[in-house]
């Protein structure tokens, strides 16, 4: 149970790093402020964190499922 609020924890904090870094860069192309490169750059680091999004929401729902399934095991003894 610690477990799963660790990392619900840390998948709150990546959504968020996520978002805001997504909205930079649609700002920044937006207003032309910034150079392509740099963009490319960005846009890497946002792929980053969605796959870490991503693997995060997959490791709660098995750390749930496990939680779960030792629950029903302790209820059938």
Avoid: P, W
Wanted: with cysteine; charged share 25%.
């Amino acid at each position: 149970m610690i477990i799963t609020k660790k990392l619900s924890i840390l998948l709150f904090f990546l959504c968020i790093t996520y978002k805001s870094n997504t909205e930079d860069i649609y700002l920044k192309k937006r207003s032309g402020r910034v150079s392509e490169s740099s963009i490319d750059t960005k846009q890497q680091i946002g792929n980053h964190y969605k796959k870490s999004l991503t693997d995060s929401a997959n490791l709660i729902a098995l750390e749930s499922k496990h939680i779960k399934n030792v629950a029903e095991k302790t209820e059938q003894l």
